[in-house]
């Protein structure tokens, strides 16, 4: 039967493939009918018989009037249908989806009988072409007539009586009709419907209201979510747990069944039941309480547990519990992921008088928690992290725990190491695998800066955890915790009285982002906290100062200009805060020539523009074009056809029906504006190229955490100018003057083993209170397709001046850019005047920008010689969310060691950067940066550049257009997403996991005479160890020749290739195999861990001899066998030598060897043992993507696509 | 008294604690900036955190032609509503009120029956029978059923018990201040209580019967949407005497 079924389903699929739109609607049409037909021969009973009523509709009214005309404007429309015949192809295509899913979804666990009755009714109910009404109001559509629709052949308006029920639908069991019962809520209706064991086994429900909107809400104790209560008519989808039914499919479902009237749910089954009204629980369910531990991350109050706050939180937190108060910065970048910063100043301890007078200690520090697993019925979710990474170690710590929730309660177990686990009340479980890991060497603080892997997880070990109970009283959340921490080792030789290693709190959740907490800690101590959260994704500020934008109205076929173009010009300036250059009428198209400027919200700055536009232009008008430059350069041409934008800002327009109003383009080297001459003197206007202007503001620096003070400051006044000598050419400057600050603290100069290109910043800010920070010269070029350049020169920065110039590749929307920059710089003088001193460096760098598409995320690399001479990379990895707030970190490693660069060890900070149109009320280009530096020192140091190229031409950002003020705005009319296709976007590590499976089972199926065969050649190629070490030991050159250090790069270059590839630079193909070179090398990396762990094979340069094994300790990490160089070579060459035919690949990975062998850092066979391994991961890997051959089919929102892979 | 004390230093340090962070913040942020923004950014900041805009609602020129609602929410500035139409209905003229937001408020002989596009809207209010009119209401009261859908949350059919009485005096509660006291005391007054036990009670109605421009109507009218979310409704301009 549902073969049957998905002929049909299919036949009206391909029917779409070759008709024109009506031709497709027509073939849906009789689809449905022959579907209809036979759900009535299979099942045999009539159709629904539905209550509901729906006169016909007059082409071109709109719904509301219909609304009062045949209801009354007073009528309960709260089942109102508003229908078009068109919108049925869309829901045709969610329902095939789900019914395809749920025959062939190998991940769904419900029997071919059950399988196949949901397919079967889902079938058979109709496909009613419904969509969304934003408030079905006929009086409040009148006012909204963007949320009105005007009704058209084709549509239909259907009203039902209010349904006193709600129908619950789980995998396996009939539609449940239970009373609607004002009130209740999910759980109550699944208690009532499917008892309280079939209730158990619901973790998440979805919930279809009867105004055809969808929600899905946690319904489990481990999952409760506030919720909304399932209205009148609303049907609940409640698979339980182990059905396996994947989200999306629950999702695409359940917003399937948001088009049905409820009669038709329940008469399309004849084993519908009806049941009482269910009983109230008494208590709605709440979400989980999340609150920061005294630490800031997401905890109890000494100790963290394995929750996670949403992605885009922020937190500050304080707290103080003598000798210790605490300010953490906290954010959560990813779902997965917590990081942040800390102070910790130690009250009774002194940075020492030498340094820091009598200012108490401080101490910073880095924090990072990973989320392993996320919770599900039976398991916790799980957690690892460590604090104080990387800092001076004081606190250093790291920990797993587990965190399991039951409704209000949240019980957490960990296993603590360093601070977390002085009370050392169990085993070092590792102590098992090495000895070494029950002793913590003490805190290698050298520099700070770095990683101290040698001491993690070692050393005491102490089990901590606790419950978190929210309590009735809903700001009140309480906490009981086993501290891991016995303060009998606290550093700076500070330990605590501790007589309780229980420690109690509570937190008062004031307002949604301000909680204050309390507790009783050690026994002995009180604890007080503040932390501010909030979501950095969700900031935003009504523009109540802005002036109200034009209204929307019809165009009246006589418009003339409203106004003179002039006062056009100055409207679209107030309103959208350009420069315009233009504007011409010119018959059909009005053309606007702008200079945008640095807003990141120009989605909202084109509507405005556009706006007055309407209202201005004349009726003849059809089309404008805005011509977007920034700084004399084309950006974007964006095209908008006027009817289209004012038919979608005058009626809801169903989604399968909307053409786009609104086209951008690249902007063109030569753009296609109206020349003059063929225009009407009164049909154009040209404004004046802007030339001097001024501005001014407050300016604010500081330094936290200096051995001078925590805090060092100045205010002042800073003024902005600039003049342009034509758009593309301009000098700005910039004049601080300091007013207020307290830098007479401010001694210390940081020391320097490099040159001092940056640690000289006491100099620079207290030598004058009047300074001239910029005064640069600028002139930027356009050279077509993408190419960018820009030169300029004077004083660059507070600190440098010079010339320069920097060239950039950036496509339109393209997910990769690349530029160079290169400048000759000298140091200016300590009154940041006209004078300079002696030091001059020339500094540049390559940096490659990749959108990498993945969770809005963004890396930057450069590399190239940085102010000290020194030479190296930086990364930027950044994520930037919809409002356009960026959260990101970065790292500089250059060839300056540890010592060199001092404490540190290597520059690093973390930023968050804000456009102004975010926080204020006022619509206000610009985007400030908050940067947090935990030491300015000279190794590392780029030249801070007033404009890049890749800030100037962010137009050409595939984003660009969607950065907008979060939007608060209650749900529309014909919303486009309410009834099309959920497709899940597969992670960046999605396909590790299933890939992992098959890769086992392909080791397991390698043939004992392969194993036999590799294991021999590995053998006899030690015969050749020594001789060859011999070759090496006697290379006049000792492994730095040429030859070497070239081998030694292949891999990186191979690597850096792959990756280029996997940009889409080399197209799909190379895309895909890139893919797979990638995670062949991953796997290599692992497994050549492994081995070496287990095998601990000396270097040739150790002078042990080659047969010299020690494994099984970490020691065995550092390992020679097998060398990591050839494996990952091999890795990432065998895909690509496998799939495009390049044998030579092999050569050049072989030729990786030879640096290894000649620096005596592996045996020749440690090579060989390395080719084997990564040739087998690169090839194993290889056949998988080659495996997935045949033809795949899969549906879109708007196609059916086939893929057919073949050999 | 304590417990008071300690919320209004509590909310008054809210309030300082985001005035100071938004100054930080955009001192930050604005020495920060790549490009300075315009300078006026700390006057609009200041300006609509120091003194959020007064409302010109209660001066505002009005047209003759028009009938307005001066609506009055506590802590927000009073917003001006228009009567856009006169729904005949069986149980009363619908009067559908219109705010510049294109908000919509219906009233029904002075009780609000329906709202749409505020923060909490009813949806749409049933009543068992039609309460007695405001002149014929008898002196011991009366009592009616309510039935009414709230958004958001699709809490439908929320179902109450409802008593109504008159007052003899002013109701023991702030009024909106346009209303001037001689106004309030020639009212006549009504107080109406969801009665039976629910979590979250409702705080009572009140009603002021009058008359207005000539005619007998329900002049003012304190009505909550929820506990914390109540409107104070007033026929405006109250007297002729008003532009």
């Not at chain 2, 179902?159 to 209303?179: G, K, N, R, T």
């Amino acid at each position: 039967v549902p073969l049957g079924f998905l002929l049909l389903e299919v036949a009206a699929l391909a029917g779409f493939a070759k008709s024109t739109v009506r031709g497709r609607l027509n073939a849906i049409a009789g689809a449905t009918a022959i579907i209809l037909v036979c759900s009535t021969a299979f099942y045999g009973h009539a159709a629904a018989q539905n209550m509901a009523f729906s006169p016909p509709i007059v082409p071109g009214e709109r719904l509301s009037d219909w609304l009062v005309r045949n209801a009354g404007s007073n009528a309960d429309t709260s089942t109102l249908h508003w229908r078009v015949s068109a919108e049925r192809a869309s829901q045709q295509r969610l329902r095939s989806a789900v019914v395809q899913s749920l025959q062939h979804d190998t991940n769904i666990t419900l029997s071919v009988e059950e399988r196949s009755n949901l397919a079967t009714w889902l079938l058979a109910l109709p496909l009613t072409g419904r969509l969304t009404v934003a408030i079905a109001d006929p009086r409040w559509l009148q006012s909204a007539p963007n949320q009105d629709p005007i009704l058209q052949e084709g549509h239909s308006v259907v009203l039902a009586p209010r349904s006193a029920t709600v129908t619950v639908i789980s995998d396996g069991a009939p539609p449940c009709i239970a009373r609607h019962i004002s009130g209740a809520l999910i759980g109550d209706y699944l208690r009532a419907c499917l008892g309280t064991s079939g209730d158990a086994q619901v973790d998440r429900a979805w919930v279809s209201q009867s105004d055809g909107r969808t929600a899905s809400y946690g319904v489990a104790p481990w999952t409760f979510e506030a919720q909304a209560q399932p209205g009148l008519g609303s049907v609940i989808w409640a698979p339980r747990r182990n059905s396996g039914i994947p989200f999306n499919v629950s999702d695409n479902l359940s917003r399937f069944l948001a088009t049905q009237l409820p009669g038709d749910i329940a008469s399309t089954s004849a084993r519908s039941q009806l049941v009482p009204g269910p009983t109230l629980a008494g208590t709605a369910p709440r979400p989980a309480q999340l609150t920061a531990s005294d630490w800031g991350e997401i905890g109890l109050l000494q100790t963290p547990t394995a929750r996670m706050a949403a992605a885009g939180d922020v937190r500050f937190q304080l707290s103080q519990v003598a000798p210790y108060t605490r300010g953490t910065v906290m954010f959560q970048p990813l779902d997965w992921l917590e990081a942040g910063f800390r102070y910790t100043d130690i009250s009774n301890r002194l940075y020492g008088a030498d340094i820091a007078g009598d200012q108490t200690f401080k101490d910073k520090s880095i924090d990072l928690k990973l989320r392993l697993r996320q919770e599900s019925q039976y398991w916790p979710q799980i957690a690892l992290g460590v604090r104080d990474l990387g800092g001076t170690g004081l606190f250093s710590a790291e920990y797993v725990v587990a965190s399991k929730r039951w409704g209000n309660w949240d019980a957490s177990l960990g296993l603590g190491w360093g601070y977390l686990g002085v009370r050392g009340n169990v085993n070092n479980p590792f102590g098992r695998l090495d000895q070494g890991f029950n002793s913590r060497p003490a805190a290698d603080v050298g520099n700070g800066g770095t990683v101290n892997l040698e001491a993690m997880f070692r050393g005491p070990t102490a089990v901590f955890g606790g419950l978190q109970w929210h309590s009735p009283y809903d700001p009140w959340v309480f906490k009981l915790e086993l501290d891991g921490n016995d303060y009998q080792r606290e550093p700076l030789n500070n330990n605590q009285q501790a007589t309780s290693p229980i420690n109690v709190g509570a937190v008062f959740r004031y307002s949604p982002n301000i909680d204050f907490s309390i507790g009783f800690e050690r026994g002995t101590r009180l604890m007080l906290g503040l932390t501010l959260h909030g979501g950095l994704n969700q900031v935003m500020s009504p523009k109540l100062l802005d002036p109200a934008l034009p209204l929307v109205r019809p165009v009246d076929p006589d418009q003339n200009p409203r106004h003179a173009l002039g006062e056009t010009a100055q409207a679209i300036e107030l309103y959208t805060g350009w420069s315009v250059r233009g504007i011409t009428h010119d018959q059909i198209t009005t053309t606007l020539v702008a200079e945008t400027g640095t807003a990141l919200h120009l989605q909202a700055r084109v509507e405005r523009a556009i706006r007055v536009l309407h209202r201005d232009a004349p009726a003849t008008s059809n089309r404008f074009v805005l011509l977007l430059r920034e700084r004399g350069l084309p950006m974007s041409q964006i095209t908008v056809e006027r009817q289209e934008w004012l038919a979608q800002h005058m009626s809801a327009e169903p989604p399968a029906l909307r053409l786009p109003a609104i086209e951008a383009l690249a902007g063109a080297a030569i753009q296609t504006e109206p020349a003059v001459s063929d225009v009407a003197p009164q049909n154009y206007w040209r404004g004046k190229q802007a030339g001097f202007s001024l501005g001014w503001g407050p300016s604010y620096t500081q330094s936290l955490g200096g051995p001078d003070g925590f805090l060092l400051y100045q205010l002042g006044l800073e003024a902005t100018a600039e003049y342009r000598f034509s758009d593309r050419t301009w000098l700005s400057g910039t004049l601080n003057q300091r007013l207020l600050d307290n830098y007479k603290n401010f001694n210390y100069t940081g020391p320097s083993e490099l040159p001092r290109v940056r640690t000289f910043i006491r100099e620079y800010l207290t030598t004058s209170a009047s300074t001239l920070p910029l005064l640069q010269l600028t002139h930027v070029a356009e050279m077509g397709n993408g190419h960018y350049f820009s030169a300029y020169g004077g004083m660059l920065e507070s600190m440098f001046g010079g010339v320069g110039a920097e060239w950039l590749y950036r496509p339109w929307r393209g997910p990769l850019a690349f530029g160079v920059d290169v400048n000759h710089v000298r140091q200016r003088d300590f009154a940041q005047n006209f004078a300079f001193r002696d030091y001059t460096a020339t500094t540049g760098h390559a940096t490659a920008y990749w959108d990498t598409g993945w969770n809005d995320v963004q890396i930057n690399l450069s590399v190239g010689r940085y102010l000290a001479g020194d030479v190296g990379g930086t990364v930027d990895v950044k994520r930037v969310f919809s409002n356009g707030i960026a959260l990101g970190a970065w790292a500089t490693k250059t060839n300056v060691s540890a010592e060199q660069f001092g404490e540190g060890s290597f520059d690093k900070g973390i930023y968050v950067s804000i456009p102004f149109d975010v926080m204020l009320p006022r619509s206000t280009a610009g985007i400030g940066t908050i940067a947090w530096n935990p030491l300015t020192r000279d190794g590392g140091a780029r030249l801070n550049r007033a404009f890049t190229l890749y800030d100037l031409t962010r137009q050409r950002d595939s984003r660009a257009l969607q950065w907008r003020e979060t939007d608060l705005q209650a749900n529309g009319s014909a919303e486009a997403r309410s009834y099309v296709l959920n497709e899940p976007r597969p992670g960046l590590f999605d396909g590790l996991g299933g890939t992992t499976r098959t890769l086992g089972r392909q080791i397991a199926d390698i043939p004992g005479s392969t194993w036999l065969w590799a294991g021999g050649a590995i053998l006899a190629s030690t015969l050749l160890d020594k001789s060859i070490d011999q070759w090496a030991q006697n290379s006049p050159e000792a492994g730095t020749s040429t030859l070497a250090n070239t081998s030694n790069g292949l891999p990186l270059a191979l690597a850096l290739g792959a990756g280029l590839m996997y940009t889409g630079i080399g197209g799909e193909a190379a895309q895909s195999t890139a893919e797979t070179a990638i995670k062949a090398a991953g796997y290599t990396l692992g497994a050549n861990l492994m081995t070496r762990f287990v095998v601990g094979r000396s270097r040739p340069y150790q002078e042990q001899g080659n047969g010299d094994f020690n494994g099984l300790n970490t020691t065995a990490l550092g390992s020679g066998f097998a060398s990591n160089h050839v494996a990952v070579a091999f890795a990432l060459a065998t895909p690509f030598a496998r799939q495009h035919d390049m044998p030579w690949l092999y050569a050049v990975a072989g030729a990786s060897a030879i640096g290894r062998i000649e620096q005596r850092d592996h045996w020749l066979s440690d090579t060989v043992a390395g080719a084997f391994m990564g040739y087998a991961f690169g090839a194993m890997l290889s056949e998988q993507q080659r495996g997935d051959k045949g033809m795949r089919l899969s549906v879109t929102p708007n196609s059916v696509v086939a893929n057919w892979t073949f050999k | 008294l304590l417990f008071l004390v300690r919320f209004s230093v509590l909310i008054f340090f809210e309030r300082l604690l985001r005035i100071c962070s938004l100054m930080l913040l955009s001192v930050g942020l604005y020495g920060c900036a790549a490009t300075s923004p315009a300078a006026d950014v700390f006057s609009t900041l200041i300006s609509n955190q120091l003194s959020p805009s007064q409302s010109s609602a209660m001066t505002a020129p009005l047209n003759s032609k028009f009938r307005y609602l001066l609506v009055d929410v506590e802590g927000r500035a009073p917003a001006l509503l228009v009567l856009g139409y006169l729904d005949p209905h069986p149980g009363g003229t619908v009067e559908v009120w219109y705010s510049a937001n294109r908000e919509v408020l219906k009233t029904q002989n002075g009780r609000i029956i329906a709202t749409a596009g505020l923060e909490l809207d009813w949806r749409a209010v049933r009543f068992s029978e039609t309460p007695p009119p405001w002149s014929e209401l008898p002196s011991k009261g009366a009592v009616f059923e309510r039935w009414r859908d709230e958004m958001p949350g699709y809490r439908d059919n929320i179902h109450e018990q409802m008593a109504i009485q008159p007052w003899p005096v002013e109701p023991p509660v702030s009024l909106s201040a346009a209303l001037p006291v001689n106004d309030a005391k020639n009212l006549r007054w009504f107080r109406e209580v969801a009665l039976g036990g629910s979590a979250n009670p409702l705080p009572p109605a009140w009603y002021g019967w009058g008359s207005h421009q000539g005619q007998d109507t329900l002049v003012y009218s304190q009505q909550c949407l929820s506990a914390s979310f109540c409107l104070r409704l007033l026929r405006w301009p109250v007297s002729q005497s008003q532009p």
